[in-house]
């Protein structure tokens, strides 16, 4: 090893910092999703990797992008691609391979509305029918999304600050609100 640490020779100046939350998505298509992530989330491209393996000529597809978005490191990193052809229960895979997201990932913005808007006009998919961002008791407007790499996303915006006390009734308030409208939708069918 040269006498270099393994500690040294992992280590990048100025990406992830120690204590900075970080996450890996992984994804069908890493060009697709930095893009993505860039275009209507905001995030902030730091690299896009195209080499296979150490010392081979850079392929032409990216196989990962190192990003950050809203001071978490975010790392966006290819499906094996042998998943198709012999898959292994142990092999991190894409929620579009999986048949489902394993996590949901929520992010504060300024403009909920406008955000989800610009997501859905990307190629993501609302998780609602009606599709439209709605205010939540806890004080919150949010949107929930699937991107088009099938990863799920929640987008808030704070509309107004509240007292934890204030909460139950709120909730409460906001469940009849809801069974109301359910009862008038079926007894207008």
């Known amino acids: ?3 270099d640490s393994v500690e040294g020779m992992m280590a990048i100046r100025g990406r992830q910092a120690v204590g900075q939350f970080g996450m890996t998505l992984i994804v069908r298509d890493v060009a697709a999703a930095a893009d993505f992530y860039r275009d209507v989330l905001g995030a902030r491209e730091l690299r896009r990797n195209y ?3 150490h ?3 850079p392929g032409e597809e990216p ?3 190192e990003m950050e978005l809203a001071g978490a490191y975010l790392t966006v990193v290819k499906e094996n691609p042998r998943w198709g052809e012999a898959p292994r229960a142990d092999w991190p895979r894409s929620p579009l391979s999986a048949g489902a997201p394993s996590t949901g990932i929520n992010l504060y913005v300024d403009h909920v509305d406008a955000i989800f808007a610009r997501a859905v006009a990307a ?5 609602i029918a009606d599709g439209k961002p709605q205010d939540g008791y806890w004080g919150d407007r949010l949107a929930q999304f699937y991107d088009p790499s099938g990863h799920f996303w929640r987008l808030l915006t704070r509309i107004e600050e509240l007292d934890e006390e204030e909460l139950p009734e709120r909730f409460h308030a906001q469940c009849e609100a809801m069974r109301a409208a359910r009862r008038g939708a079926s007894s207008a069918n």
């Open 1 to 3: 090893m040269n006498g």
């Open 51 to 53: 080499m296979h393996n």
């Open 55 to 57: 010392g081979e000529a």
């Open 63 to 65: 196989l990962s992008s």
């Open 123 to 127: 190629g993501a998919s609302p998780q």
